[in-house]
T-cell receptor
Framework: NAGVTQTPKFQVLKTGQSMTLQCAQDMNHNSMYWYRQDPGMGLRLIYYSASEGTTDKGEVPNGYNVSRLNKREFSLRLESAAPSQTSVYFC?????????????????FGPGTRLTVL | RKEVEQDPGPFNVPEGATVAFNCTYSNSASQSFFWYRQDCRKEPKLLMSVYSSGNEDGRFTAQLNRASQYISLLIRDSKLSDSATYLCVVLRANAGKSTFGDGTTLTVKP
């Protein structure tokens, strides 16, 4: 099993360009997440998908869109990149189900995409 | 106030030392708690879950204090390989998502 895979690993964009970050998991997980991590900081949730067919905003959704293409794949799109979106982007997945109280749900992370917007 | 707060450190300790990290959370509805480890330029990986009764895994011990809303991680007999950033994570299951602290950096020196 590959776990969680992300493409690309590195990307440089010019301000105003668009791109889509791809994420796939082969663990049959229900929930998937997109985070960004800026230097010296923890992870901030951009969007998440509790289950196939649903997506919800996280802490910092502005400037991003997501698509839960199927149970395996969850993509993140930057429509018009800005220098403030320079960051490392991590995709993660877990078995978590919305409303399942008290569940301990380990999140498995992909290797990250290092994005620079000039 | 951040939902999850950690002392950023850095903690610089000699090999063999015991070191403890604390993490506080503000939402009393929080239900599950974790410590993740993140090596430089790598993805976070689960170190251990934190249970109400406390739990131990080798040199690592995690404790939860719901009344005071904090969790702790104790590392005994530190190894050079323990050098990393340790992230505190809090889950509210009814919200379906986790909140990460900013991390505490540990450097273990020979």
């Amino acid at each position: 099993n590959a776990g969680v895979t992300q493409t690309p690993k590195f990307q440089v964009l010019k301000t105003g360009q668009s791109m889509t970050l791809q994420c796939a998991q082969d663990m049959n997980h229900n929930s998937m997440y997109w985070y960004r991590q800026d230097p010296g900081m923890g992870l901030r949730l951009i969007y998440y998908s509790a289950s196939e067919g649903t997506t919800d905003k996280g802490e910092v959704p502005n400037g991003y869109n997501v698509s839960r293409l199927n149970k395996r794949e969850f993509s993140l799109r930057l429509e018009s990149a800005a220098p403030s979106q320079t960051s490392v982007y991590f995709c993660a997945s877990s078995e978590a189900l919305r409303g399942l109280m008290g569940a301990a749900n380990e999140q498995f992370f992909g290797p990250g995409t290092r994005l620079t917007v000039l | 106030r951040k939902e999850v707060e950690q002392d950023p450190g850095p903690f610089n300790v000699p090999e063999g030392a015991t070191v403890a990290f604390n993490c506080t959370y503000s939402n009393s509805a929080s239900q599950s708690f974790f410590w993740y480890r993140q090596d430089c330029r790598k993805e976070p990986k689960l170190l251990m879950s934190v249970y109400s009764s406390g739990n131990e895994d080798g040199r690592f011990t995690a404790q939860l204090n719901r009344a005071s809303q904090y969790i702790s991680l104790l590392i005994r007999d530190s190894k050079l390989s323990d050098s990393a950033t340790y992230l505190c994570v809090v889950l509210r299951a009814n919200a379906g998502k986790s909140t990460f602290g900013d991390g505490t950096t540990l450097t273990v020196k020979p």
